[in-house]
């Protein structure tokens, strides 16, 4: 069936397939990276609630590379470095709560990158398929005009490129559909955690003068 039909389908099925090579690259290259963020994520926080100081949490950060959490962390560590040269308590939280809010920002938007690619492909594969379709119906009308018979050779062709190409595009677009509603709902979970996770750092942070004024009292009764 291939080799029988015209031009303008193999155009659409060649178009299909560079869609469908993409939308696989696409998918499986961010299934890797859930995997791998939700286990980095995992064993980032496992670490960040049993540690007592920061410094010991940022030299993790490197093995945690691809979880957003280490990310978040990362972007406000430096933060409070750079107010505190890396000990004692923060002396502006604010500057640290919007480090905190644009770090989370962007941890979300490098999860989302080339989610609006699955989800074109997802749209506009059955569109492409339909162009074949019509195009295939055409030819199928066509070649019964030239025929001046409605026998089943003179419509076969035709009817067969097009259910060619609605096929291609729909099996280019099923995957990428599935593939983008299960990965922004993926998306959604790791939003959350770092909302949770930013509040619980924030939280620490605000928790440093307490803890510095209860060891200071505590050394001055020893």
């Known amino acids: 069936m291939i080799g029988n039909i015209g031009p303008i389908a193999v155009f659409v099925l060649v178009l299909l397939l560079l869609a469908s090579l993409y939308s696989w690259t696409v998918i499986l290259g961010k299934w890797g990276t859930f995997r791998k963020a939700t286990n980095d994520s995992r064993r980032f926080i496992r670490a960040f609630r049993k540690a007592s ?91 019964l005009g030239n025929s001046g018979s409605a026998t089943l050779h003179a419509v076969a062709p035709g009817i067969a490129e097009a259910l060619i190409t609605t096929a291609a595009g729909l099996f280019v677009a099923v995957p990428a559909v599935v593939a983008y509603n299960q990965f922004t709902a993926r998306i959604r979970i790791f939003a959350s955690a770092i909302d949770d996770f930013c509040r619980e750092l924030l939280n620490s942070l605000e928790e440093m003068p307490a803890r510095a004024q209860r060891s200071g009292e505590f050394t001055r009764e020893a």
Request: charged letters at 20%; a negative charge.
């Open 53 to 143: 100081r920061l410094q010991e949490i940022a030299t993790l950060t490197a093995d945690c590379a691809v979880s957003p959490l280490a990310q978040v962390f990362e972007d406000v560590y430096e933060t409070y470095k750079r107010q505190t040269g890396g000990s004692g308590p923060p002396r502006n939280i604010t500057v640290i709560e919007r480090s905190a809010q644009t770090a989370a920002s962007e941890a979300v938007t490098s999860l989302e990158r080339r989610l609006t690619w699955l989800a074109t492909i997802a749209s506009i594969s059955p569109f492409v398929g339909l162009f074949g379709t019509v195009m295939g119906i055409i030819d199928a009308f066509l070649g």
